[in-house]
């Protein structure tokens, strides 16, 4: 039976870029992924980048297309039934944030993987994960991991550590919460309908609008085409979206003096559902949860891939230390070190939501008084910090290796 260190189910932000800080320091590891990497590279997902997230790609040799290519914005504009308030983050924090997509962010990694000569296995299914102790738990020497590639052909390896980075549906949570885990779940009474158009930029900054009948937000893609999200019903179809709406609906959560949404074709329309999950622990002996396999959180903020990156930033050095020194104990303390931050991003991500959305037949004084909170906040220089620096992202936990 072949061995490998670290085994990655999941080519996402947290198994690739796991997969990356550990090539670095000199560790090997096999990443699966079930899906092709076009859909991989296709799949629509959201776009900003944390300051700390940027920094990682650059310090480690994946953001040159991300420096050249993605909008770098010092601001964001929230609209409040019209009235537009601007948050200078970059006057109040220091730092940018990078408007990148998802995708463009799996597509750097994906092709450095390739480039440093990594195990990459797209279409190819893991069928089992199992411990190698006496009672097939996780405590002990070695797993075992089971696939299946493209071809059907099946093999087994063995694997100092297992990572499950393979999103919000992973199989694999529940060998973790069976017994003393739990998974504590938050759903939300709205969702997101979002589009992609061909059109020119509205502003250079994204506006996050809110208005009596909901949310809206105004996000970019390229020079040419944007990004636009309006708070729809979780039940909504996109057959319920006729363009005709779509427009009125923009028009009238998101426009501003001197700020008209621009429009253009519509060429992808999609509904996202809003959900938060938090997994505790993380990790059960040599199985560990990194990114949404863990917690998801709901898009506004964009928090979710920040996150996965804050996961494996815990987790890579963790790692290295257990493989190169025999010392696991920054490994033991995973959870105790990532899931602070994980709560602190379902906090800022739920409080940002319910200020910006309406609740179903919200009435008159429920308005008013998110209204009214949201003026609270940006109106004060404390609050605007404090929404500043979430946005941006705390710096990423950093430990010597
Ligand atoms: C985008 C998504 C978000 O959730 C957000 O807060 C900002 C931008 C996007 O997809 O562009």
Redesign the pocket.
Known sequence: MNHIPVAIIGAGPAGLTLAHLLHLQGIESIVFEKRTRKEVEETV????LEQGTLNLMRETGVGARMEAEADHDEAIDISINGERIRIPLTEITGHKVA?Y?QHEYLKDFIAKRLEDGGELLFSTTVDAVEGTGGTGGFDNDKVKVVYTEADGSSTTISADYVIAADGSSSPYRKIITEGSGVRVRHEYPYA?F?ILVEAAKTQKE?I?ATHPEGFA?I???TDTVQ?Y?LQCDPNDTPDMWSDDRIWEQLHLRADSPGITVSEGKIFDKAVLRFRSAVTEPMQKGRLFLAGDAAHTVP????KGLNLAVADVSVLAPGLVRALKKKDSALLDDYTKLALPRVWKAQHFSYWMSSMLHAVPDEDYFATQRRFAELHSVLGSEAGQRYIAEQYVGRDLPRFEV
């Not at 898009?299 to 964009?302: Q, V």
């Open positions: 997902r959201a776009g900003i408007i997509p997101w979002g994204l996050y937000l996000s970019t893609r990004r999200y898009p506004t903020g964009a």
